[in-house]
């Protein structure tokens, strides 16, 4: 059965709020199933639900009297509908149909009424995101579904901002195949650089903001230059102290949301009132600033003016940060400068290096993370989760490697327990084969004992202290902000019963913990937090907690059937064994420790696990839009010298579903 809780508190809409209205939008919320094809509601009826994606697609479509579609748009994990026909009383203008076999969230008019009668805050924002889609909606046909305002901004200049803002334009773009659109907005006395960064070297008008709306509005379309990257761009100036400006720049854009998936908003470097007044109609505002604690303490001061003077939501505000200034400032310091978490981190550009890094240059580790940047925002995160199950978890490897063959995007990875280990070395840059290489330690059974130091069995009877070599000895000093993607550890905090999500620190530090089987190895450090297995043993949920909305989870872990053949297998090995001695008057030694191998405490302990497991990882696969289950009968979980062999059987399952993974990505 899937969490309502954390589904609801995931929406976006109800993100901030407080445990006990998130108690009452649950009270008012139904799950309710939508089979493949099934109409949702259909253009022209009645609104009755606000509606939210929890599994599966949605295509919202218009459809001409001859039958023709239109597709507008495709709605995933996290994405409501349906909620301005409800605020506006008038029938749907457009068609939603499930895609495959759906999930949706449903709320009625009556239910949703009364919440924002019981949270007025929750419409203040509403009324803040929707006012310009309300706006003008019978003057200029709609042609898109859902559109977003990001506005990049910087409280100083030189911080990167018009470079920035053009590369996430230009990534925005290649990523998500939607229509886009700058606007270059400048005081009149300045001039505007995006053109020419754009190769438009000719026929640039620009839209003075200080003339009349009523008379250029219909002549906005001139002002639209097509550049050859696929992309829009208007050029605005305005007058600081004018402050109609801003209400003309509010109707442009309540046009241009019809039209576009994405306006970007390159806004000039000034504090003045009018751009406050512009950033206000953002959706989003993304703050450009250097590691220098001066320019930090400046950005920490512009979001407290946002935040004080305009109530802008902390969610609303992303702080990037631009690292063409050096700074002996840690990420910590960084934080507790700002007193606002940093969404993400801008490498220092070559001396020389293009302006269009993301086209020229896609692989610098400046366009990697414009890139991640990029597909955040248009909802094509791919997240990778990696299962627990020891020696199953070489399986991983095999995945990992027709990820690589195959260019599979990955954006952000998640592991728990040896997932956590295999997925720490694959972050931090090595590639499949290399793990693999790595496993050749335990080129026979005995070389497994490298890993265990036995001791007095207080907490556990292995010490660690071999793994903790054995780990830094290829993860060394790596910390959480050495790796090339996002990563995700997850453990388990057996005191608060939840699961832990460990992202800062020594890597080897966060494997160490997610390690901890309970009742084999000692807690590490002495803590209460132990195996990410306990509680997350496929760690779907820190990704879909982070929004990621197209989750591959990798589940070695044998499944209750799995188990019971296992199970069967087991037992008539025994049975041959003990006839084997029975029908000898010498021991069979290789017999007899065969039979122990298989029942001893280790064994037992793990086999209980698993059971405990089968039933909480049903529950996670949920959250999955694909499940990977490689086949693991006929070898042990602690026959680690077996390494090639699991991968393999990881490879093949990848294989085998290429195809569907393909489906879940380009959806």
């Known amino acids: ?61 218009t459809a001409s009297p001859s039958g023709n579609k239109t597709i507008l748009e495709y709605l995933h994990r996290g994405k409501y509908f349906g909620i301005i026909s409800l605020l506006t009383a008038e029938p749907h203008s457009v068609t939603a149909q499930a895609i495959n076999d759906s999930l949706l969230l449903e709320i009625t008019k009556e239910d949703f009424d009364f919440i924002l009668k019981k949270i007025p805050r929750l419409a203040i924002d509403l009324s803040q995101t929707l006012s310009r889609r309300l706006k003008n909606k019978d003057i200029h046909q709609k042609t898109i579904f859902e559109s977003a305002v990001i506005s990049i901004f910087s409280s100083y200049s030189q911080a990167g901002k018009t470079v920035y803002a053009l590369n996430l334009a230009l990534s925005l773009k290649k990523e998500t195949h939607k229509q886009l659109i700058i606007l270059d907005i400048v005081p009149e006395d300045k001039i505007h650089s995006m053109p020419q960064r754009l190769e438009v070297d000719s026929g640039v008008k620009v839209f003075s903001l200080k003339s009349p709306l009523e008379k250029n509005i219909k002549l906005l379309p001139e002002f639209i230059l097509k550049t050859r990257f696929g992309i829009d761009l208007v050029c605005f100036s305005y007058n600081p102290e004018d402050a109609a400006c801003v209400e003309r720049l509010i109707a442009i854009l309540s046009r241009l949301v019809n039209d576009y998936h994405y306006i970007i908003l390159d806004l000039p470097s000034v504090m003045d009132r009018s751009i406050l007044s512009i950033l206000h109609q953002s959706d989003l505002i993304q703050i450009l600033t250097s590691p220098d604690a001066v320019d930090l303490k400046k950005t920490r001061h512009l979001i407290e003016k946002l935040q004080t003077d305009f109530n802008f939501s902390e969610s609303k505000i992303k702080i990037i940060i631009n690292e063409y200034k050096l700074s002996r400032l840690g990420p910590q310091e960084e934080r507790q400068l700002l007193n606002h978490s940093i969404f993400a981190t801008l490498p220092k550009i070559d001396f020389g290096a293009s302006d269009r890094l993301v086209l020229d240059d896609p692989l610098c580790e400046y366009a990697l993370a414009v890139r991640r940047i990029a597909r955040q925002l248009g909802d094509c995160l791919v997240g990778l989760a990696l299962g627990v199950g020891v020696g199953y978890g070489f399986c991983h490897i095999g995945v990992l490697k027709v990820i690589e063959e195959e260019k599979i995007p990955i954006d952000v990875i998640a592991g728990s327990s040896i997932g956590a280990l295999i997925a720490s070395l694959w972050a931090t840059g090595r590639s499949a084969d290399e793990i693999l290489e790595i496993t050749k330690e335990f080129k026979e059974p005995k070389y497994a004992m490298r890993l265990i130091d036995l001791t007095i069995p207080f907490l556990g009877f292995i010490k660690g202290n071999k793994l903790y070599r054995f780990l830094k000895e290829h993860l060394g000093n790596k910390t959480f902000y050495d790796v090339r993607l996002p990563l995700k550890i997850v453990a388990s905090d057996i005191r608060k019963k939840e699961p832990r999500v460990l992202d800062k620190g020594l890597l080897v530090d966060a494997i160490m913990t997610t390690c901890s089987m309970p009742g084999v190895f000692m807690p590490f450090k002495g803590q209460t937090v132990l195996d990410g297995g306990v509680i997350n043993p496929l760690p779907t949920e820190v990704l879909f907690k982070m929004g990621v909305k197209k989750i591959i989870a990798v589940n070695v872990t044998p499944s209750r059937e799995d188990m019971l053949r296992q199970y069967s297998q087991i037992k008539e090995e025994i049975a041959l064994t003990r006839e084997a001695i029975k029908k000898r008057r010498w021991f069979d030694l290789k017999a007899y420790f065969q039979h122990k191998f298989k029942n001893n405490i280790l064994d037992i302990i793990f086999t209980s696990i698993e059971a405990m497991q089968s039933e909480m990882i049903e529950r996670e696969a949920k959250l999955a839009d694909i499940v990977l289950h490689p086949d693991t009968q006929g070898i042990h979980w602690l026959e680690l010298h077996k390494a090639e062999e699991f991968a393999r059987r990881g490879e093949e399952e990848t294989r085998k579903n290429l195809d569907k993974i393909w489906k879940v990505i380009n959806e």
């Open 1 to 61: 059965m899937l969490n309502k809780d954390l589904i609801i508190q995931e929406i976006p809409f109800f993100a901030g709020l407080s445990r006990e209205e998130l108690q009452l939008v649950k009270k008012k919320a139904n799950i309710v199933e939508y089979k493949k094809d099934q109409i949702i509601y259909a253009e022209g009826s009645p609104a009755s639900f606000l509606y939210c994606v929890i599994l599966g697609r949605i295509v919202i479509y």
